[in-house]
């Protein structure tokens, strides 16, 4: 199995900057896909950014210039750099890796706790 852990969360102001980091454990094979999704209080789970293990991005269109995914391929880490925060950023964001593990035949999708990110205005 893959362990998918989030740290980086915590409390900012709107218009500050944060790092969520997401690194991947276990036996593991190869990673396609890691994508970041966040989920606010009554909301729906909603896709905020992917990357390949190529290095091919998508975002969210609400966080278009303000956040950027990256990832250490050696180190099985997606990061999110979220800058110009606002107090709709406020969820609780969740890393998702689309991962192989050693000795399996296909993908599967695997999710980290969570991590908190509250924005105050």
């Known amino acids: 199995q893959v362990q998918l852990v989030e740290s980086g969360g915590g409390l900012v102001q709107a218009g500050g900057s944060l790092r969520l980091s997401c690194a991947a454990s276990?036996?593991?094979?190869?990673?396609?896909?890691m994508v970041w999704y966040r989920q606010a209080p009554g909301k729906q789970r909603e896709l905020v950014a992917s990357i390949t293990r190529g290095g091919i991005t998508n975002y969210a269109d609400s966080v278009k210039g303000r956040f950027t995914i990256s990832r250490d391929n050696a180190k099985n880490t997606v990061y999110l750099q979220m800058n110009s925060l606002k107090p709709e950023d406020t969820a609780v964001y969740y890393c998702n890796a689309d991962a192989l593990i050693a000795g399996s035949f296909r993908y599967d999708d695997y999710w980290g706790q969570g991590t908190q990110v509250t924005v105050s205005s």
């Open positions: 276990g036996s593991i094979f190869s990673i396609n896909a």
